[in-house]
């Protein structure tokens, strides 16, 4: 035991000022716009548990992250009783991210000394941009938690499981796999030969054209479905239409609801597919199949089953796994992952590690999240859907720009991502893809770890330039995709370690790299997720360019403030989220949310408003009132309070 604490002494001291700040100055944060939602959600989900609560809400996330913050927030309170709900549940949300770290560093052992992955671990940590977003974060930074202790549990249940002597990949890998597909290629006969290729052509064929004529089809289904009569195929419909967009179809279904639903209508036609080819790929290759599977007899499985179910890692990385898609259903991804990871290290276990594994995770996801007990797949379906047809109305603020979050440039996450880490993060970043693109990893890094860290980081990014979703809040929603950012400085961190044999010089480069986040963590306090590098003028350069503080986190300050100088009964006029002054406001004061349709009324009734700069608002609301108070944090200004005639 003392040998592992002195190996990993300077990661444990970096946790330990984790902790330490988080005791001293985590009460300082304000709220964010989306806390009290989720706050509230998390009561209802507990009241479900209890079955106080018959009818839950389904929503596009699960419940147990906020429920098992809730919990912990409480037990803050039981230690420090004058803090809020929501101040109290920012331990648990910082929590979260100190098991980032800890998840983070345990991943970069797999390739990195101990030494450099703790200052790699340590300039992830200092990012003032995540660790700003560690304590008001409800969403966006557990999920990347989850996401990295997945990955993290689940090497460690691959790297368990492996066994060196049974159908590892090497480099004979493909010639093999060729050699079986053509043996198995010429031992058929004609005929099946004609099935297998008339199959391949007529169903690629089909998904082509349902593609190309997508907007045609859709047009003929919904056509179809409002001429349907009174019927058991009528009553099936009508049952889906009235569960997925609380319809009836008597009165006829919109195209957009047929466009909503055409997609997942696709992903089910490609998956029929897939299974049918997988069948006819069990019987016709039968060589190939067992080789890509590792499977050689059902004996072997069962022998196979009983080394896992005894493999206590499998437990524990099935349990994290099952949490992360209830948390985000793109928590899948990690999973799944982690078995291409095993399939490469240890074909032999795939397909009984898979099932464990992948079954274990489903029953946490269903006995977590109360929404799917009545109709588990009407309700994965509707939280799907959710996700995939959320839009957001407001603009985002880009460059001084005001654009649709649903037409954003190609290069927004990876512009953002350049100015709201430190300098020297991206440099290593540099260092790290060019000497790893050099080198093709022949130093110490495992292949198959690369190509998973690089399609983290590359392959959602193409993906949204794809799929061009709703992004706004800058890249909150992203936020999962940064550890392979510092992965891959990791290893530029290794290669310039290499260099140096001087014991002071590495001492002097590893505080360089770190100082910027120091800094901007203590002069932005409590305000850091607002971080803006010096590439474009620090938060001062990005003041109404970019967004700063799009959660208004500010109002928590504005709000003491008016609690001190307004006068009793007052009313209080708010723009965006009300809720937060609502909480701190003294109890007789009035609060009102800003609308722009009533907003003449609203004016004349209100004694004070206060407004965020988010998309420069406090240029256009009520710019010839008396200023009486402003929030300005290292050149910009997040919000002001203003007097009204």
């Not at 479900?48 to 992250?65: A, Q, V």
């Not at 007529?202 to 190309?212: A, S």
């Amino acid at each position: 035991m003392k040998k592992l604490i002195s190996k990993h002494s300077l990661f444990i001291l970096l946790i330990t000022f984790n902790i330490l700040f988080a005791v001293f100055f985590g009460s300082d944060f304000g709220d964010s716009a989306d806390e009290n939602t989720r706050y509230n959600f998390a009561l209802e989900s507990i009241a479900r548990y209890s079955n106080l609560e018959p009818n839950p809400r389904i929503g596009d996330k699960g419940p147990i992250y906020f429920v098992l913050a809730k919990i912990g927030g409480d037990l803050i309170r039981l230690i420090n009783p004058s803090l809020s709900n929501i101040q109290a549940w920012h331990y648990s949300h910082f929590l979260s991210f100190i098991l980032a770290t800890i998840a983070f560093y345990s991943i970069c052992l797999h390739f990195l000394s101990p030494q450099i992955a703790f200052i790699t671990s340590a300039l992830f940590n200092t990012q003032p941009l995540l660790f700003g977003h560690a304590f008001i974060n409800p969403k966006d930074i557990p999920f990347m938690s989850l996401f990295l202790l997945t990955i993290s549990s689940g090497l460690m249940m691959v790297n368990k499981l492996k066994d060196n002597n049974k159908n590892n990949n090497g480099s004979d890998f493909f010639p093999v796999l060729s050699r079986s597909i053509r043996q198995d290629w010429l031992n058929l006969k004609q005929f099946p030969k004609l099935i297998y290729f008339l199959s391949t052509s007529i169903n690629l064929i089909i998904i082509l054209l349902l593609n190309i004529f997508a907007e045609q089809v859709q047009l003929k289904i919904q056509s179809m479905i409002n001429k349907l009569n009174v019927g058991w195929v009528y009553n099936i419909i009508n049952s889906l239409a009235q569960t997925l967009f609380n319809g009836d179809i008597r009165n006829g279904i919109s195209i957009q609801n047929t466009k909503t639903v055409y997609p997942y209508l696709m992903i089910f036609l490609i998956i029929i597919v897939l299974l049918f080819f997988l069948g006819l790929s069990i019987s016709y290759f039968p060589k190939s199949i067992g080789f890509l599977s590792g499977f050689s007899s059902r004996k072997d499985l069962r022998t196979d089953f009983s080394i896992i179910l005894r493999n206590k890692w499998i437990y524990l990385s099935g349990l994290i796994l099952g949490i992360s898609i209830t948390n985000r259903s793109l928590g899948l991804a990690a999973g799944l992952y982690i078995l291409f990871y095993l399939w490469v290290k240890d074909r032999s276990k795939f397909i009984s590690t898979s099932i464990t594994y992948l079954g274990i995770s489903l029953l946490v996801v269903y006995l977590s999240w109360p929404g799917l007990w009545g109709n588990p797949i009407i309700g994965v379906f509707k939280s799907f859907l959710g996700v995939s047809t959320f839009s957001w109305g407001g603009k985002v603020l880009f460059f001084g720009e005001t654009l649709s979050p649903n037409n954003l440039p190609a290069m927004y996450i990876p512009t953002l991502m350049s100015i709201q880490f430190t300098i020297p993060a991206l440099i290593l970043f540099l260092v790290g893809v060019t000497v790893s693109l050099v080198k093709r990893y022949r130093n110490e890094l495992d292949k198959t770890l690369f190509f998973i860290i690089a399609t983290w980081l590359f392959l959602p990014l193409i993906m949204i330039f794809i799929v061009k979703p709703s992004i706004y809040d800058n890249f909150r929603h992203f936020l999962f995709l940064t550890p392979p950012v510092f992965l891959f400085a990791g290893l530029g961190i290794k290669y310039i370690f290499s260099k140096i044999n001087n014991k002071i010089i590495s001492f002097l480069f590893t505080f360089a790299i770190l100082l910027p986040g120091i800094v901007g963590i203590i002069d932005l306090h409590p305000y850091q997720y607002i971080y803006y590098n010096s590439l474009i003028g620090g938060v001062e350069g990005a003041f109404r360019r970019f967004e700063t503080d799009y959660w208004y986190t500010s109002y928590y300050e504005s709000t003491k403030y008016i609690n001190q100088v307004s006068s009793k009964s007052d009313t209080i006029l708010v723009y965006g989220s009300w809720q937060i002054v609502d909480y701190y406001a003294r109890e007789d004061l009035t609060i009102i949310k800003y609308s722009k349709d009533d907003e003449e009324t609203q004016f004349e009734e209100s004694d004070y408003a206060i407004i965020s700069t988010r998309g420069n608002k406090d240029l256009y609301l009520l710019p010839d009132e008396q200023t009486i108070f402003t929030i300005e944090e290292s050149g910009a200004t997040l919000a002001v309070v203003r007097k009204l005639k």
